[in-house]
C-alpha cells in the first residue's frame, strides 16, 4: 500500500529492480516488482550472449519478455549491456581485431534499432576499467585498444537518437583510483564529442569492505561535467550467516546510498540488483557471502528494506 517506487517519484527518482526472465514467473514474486518498482534492467537477457549468441542471428525473445512487462507495469527499462568482457560468446572474442571492429558496430546497431524507442537508457560500456584505474585489459582492449568505448557510444546513438547512453562500472562509487580514471575516461569522451549521457555507478557494496568515501561528492563530480547519473546495481552483501548487527549495517549502507542520489539532482534513479534475496546473484559469486537485497527468500521485509523506505 505504500510502495518503494511512490516514494521515490516524490522525489524525482525511480527505483528500480533487475530481473531475470525465470524470475518474472514466480507467483509471490511478480506482483511486488510491479508495486514496488518503477524501473526494470534485464539482469542477464540483453546481454551478448543471449542477443547474439551466433554471429549474426539475434535473439530478442528474452529481452522482449522483460520489455513487455515493464510495459504491462507502466515501468522504464534501462537496457544492460552492449560492450562487456563477460558473457560474450567466443565466436566475438576469437575474431582479429578488424573483424571484432565490424562485429561490435553490427551487434550495437542491431540490437539498439530492435529496442529502439522502448529502453529509457543502455549500458553501453560496462566494466572498462580496472580497479587501479588503468584501462581492463580485455579482448576489447587488447584487440582495440581503448578506441571501442567511443566507437560503441557512436554506434549506439546512430541506432537510436534518443536512448540514453551510459558508460558503467564498479567501485567508482566513491572517491578513488578507478573513478578517478573513469572521471578522465568521461572528460575525454566528451571532449572528443562522444556521444555519452550518463554515468552508471553498480553499487555493489560489502560491509566488510566499509562504506565508499564521498560518494555523493563523487556522484556530483560527474554531474558537474553535464551528465546524468544513475546507481544501477545496488546490493550489499555480507558474510553468511546472517545477523542483527550484520543487518543493521547493510540497513545504513543502502540508506547512504540513496542519501547520496536524493542529494544530487542528476542522479535520475537506483536500481537493486534483484530485490529478493533467493535469486541473488552473490552467493554464486562470492562463495560464503550473501543476503544482499531488501526483502530475504521469503520475501520477508528486512531492516534495509525499512531504511530504504525511510530514506525515500
Ligand atoms: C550478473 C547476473 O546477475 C548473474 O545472473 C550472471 O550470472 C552474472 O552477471 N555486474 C554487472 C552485471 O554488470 O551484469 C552482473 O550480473 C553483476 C555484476
Same mark, same amino acid.
Given at each position: 500500500a505504500d510502495p518503494l517506487k511512490v516514494h521515490a517519484a516524490a522525489r524525482g527518482k525511480y527505483f528500480g529492480d533487475a530481473v531475470d526472465n525465470n524470475e518474472i514467473t514466480d507467483a509471490q514474486y511478480r506482483p511486488l516488482i510491479a508495486s514496488e518498482f518503477s524501473q526494470l534492467t534485464p539482469g542477464n537477457a540483453m546481454k551478448w550472449d543471449s542477443t547474439e549468441? %551466433? #554471429?549474426g542471428q539475434f535473439s530478442y525473445t528474452r529481452g522482449d519478455e522483460i520489455v513487455s512487462l515493464a510495459r504491462a507495469n507502466g515501468q522504464t527499462v534501462r537496457g544492460h =549491456?552492449? @560492450? /562487456?568482457? #563477460? #558473457? %560474450?560468446?567466443n565466436w566475438v572474442q576469437n575474431l582479429d581485431a578488424t573483424a571484432l571492429r565490424s562485429a561490435l558496430q553490427n551487434h550495437i546497431t542491431n540490437v539498439v534499432n530492435h529496442y529502439e524507442g522502448q +529502453? *529509457?537508457? /543502455?549500458?553501453? @560500456?560496462?566494466?572498462? +576499467?580496472?580497479d587501479d584505474g %588503468?584501462?581492463?585489459?580485455?579482448f576489447w582492449y587488447a584487440k582495440l585498444g581503448s578506441s571501442y568505448i567511443a566507437d560503441a557510444f557512436r554506434a549506439a546513438r546512430a541506432a537510436d537518437p534518443d536512448v540514453k547512453l551510459y558508460i558503467n562500472d564498479y567501485n567508482? $562509487? &566513491?572517491?578513488g583510483a578507478k573513478s578517478n580514471a573513469m572521471y578522465t575516461l568521461v572528460q575525454s569522451l566528451l571532449s572528443q564529442g562522444v556521444p555519452i549521457d550518463g554515468v552508471g555507478f #553498480? !553499487?555493489?557494496? !560489502?560491509i566488510q569492505y566499509g562504506f565508499p568515501s564521498q560518494m555523493q561528492q563523487n556522484l556530483q563530480r560527474f554531474a558537474d561535467l553535464g551528465l546524468d547519473v544513475a546507481i544501477t546495481e545496488l546490493d550489499v552483501r555480507m558474510q553468511l550467516p546472517s545477523d542483527s548487527t550484520k543487518l543493521a549495517t547493510q540497513a545504513t549502507y543502502f540508506k547512504n546510498v540513496i542519501d547520496a542520489c536524493l542529494a @544530487? %539532482?542528476?542522479?535520475v534513479g537506483i536500481t537493486t /540488483? &534483484? *530485490? =529478493? $534475496?533467493? *535469486?541473488?546473484?552473490v552467493p554464486n559469486t562470492f562463495? &560464503?557471502? &550473501?543476503?544482499? +537485497? +531488501? @526483502? $530475504?527468500?521469503?520475501f520477508r521485509q528486512k531492516p534495509a528494506y525499512t531504511a530504504v523506505h525511510d530514506a525515500l
Amino acid at each position: 500500500a505504500d510502495p518503494l517506487k511512490v516514494h521515490a517519484a516524490a522525489r524525482g527518482k525511480y527505483f528500480g529492480d533487475a530481473v531475470d526472465n525465470n524470475e518474472i514467473t514466480d507467483a509471490q514474486y511478480r506482483p511486488l516488482i510491479a508495486s514496488e518498482f518503477s524501473q526494470l534492467t534485464p539482469g542477464n537477457a540483453m546481454k551478448w550472449d543471449s542477443t547474439e549468441p %551466433t #554471429q549474426g542471428q539475434f535473439s530478442y525473445t528474452r529481452g522482449d519478455e522483460i520489455v513487455s512487462l515493464a510495459r504491462a507495469n507502466g515501468q522504464t527499462v534501462r537496457g544492460h =549491456t552492449l @560492450v /562487456w568482457h #563477460q #558473457q %560474450t560468446p567466443n565466436w566475438v572474442q576469437n575474431l582479429d581485431a578488424t573483424a571484432l571492429r565490424s562485429a561490435l558496430q553490427n551487434h550495437i546497431t542491431n540490437v539498439v534499432n530492435h529496442y529502439e524507442g522502448q +529502453l *529509457y537508457a /543502455w549500458d553501453v @560500456v560496462n566494466e572498462a +576499467l580496472n580497479d587501479d584505474g %588503468t584501462m581492463r585489459n580485455s579482448f576489447w582492449y587488447a584487440k582495440l585498444g581503448s578506441s571501442y568505448i567511443a566507437d560503441a557510444f557512436r554506434a549506439a546513438r546512430a541506432a537510436d537518437p534518443d536512448v540514453k547512453l551510459y558508460i558503467n562500472d564498479y567501485n567508482t $562509487d &566513491g572517491m578513488g583510483a578507478k573513478s578517478n580514471a573513469m572521471y578522465t575516461l568521461v572528460q575525454s569522451l566528451l571532449s572528443q564529442g562522444v556521444p555519452i549521457d550518463g554515468v552508471g555507478f #553498480q !553499487a555493489h557494496l !560489502a560491509i566488510q569492505y566499509g562504506f565508499p568515501s564521498q560518494m555523493q561528492q563523487n556522484l556530483q563530480r560527474f554531474a558537474d561535467l553535464g551528465l546524468d547519473v544513475a546507481i544501477t546495481e545496488l546490493d550489499v552483501r555480507m558474510q553468511l550467516p546472517s545477523d542483527s548487527t550484520k543487518l543493521a549495517t547493510q540497513a545504513t549502507y543502502f540508506k547512504n546510498v540513496i542519501d547520496a542520489c536524493l542529494a @544530487v %539532482t542528476r542522479c535520475v534513479g537506483i536500481t537493486t /540488483w &534483484g *530485490y =529478493t $534475496d533467493k *535469486y541473488s546473484w552473490v552467493p554464486n559469486t562470492f562463495p &560464503g557471502e &550473501g543476503a544482499a +537485497l +531488501l @526483502v $530475504d527468500e521469503s520475501f520477508r521485509q528486512k531492516p534495509a528494506y525499512t531504511a530504504v523506505h525511510d530514506a525515500l
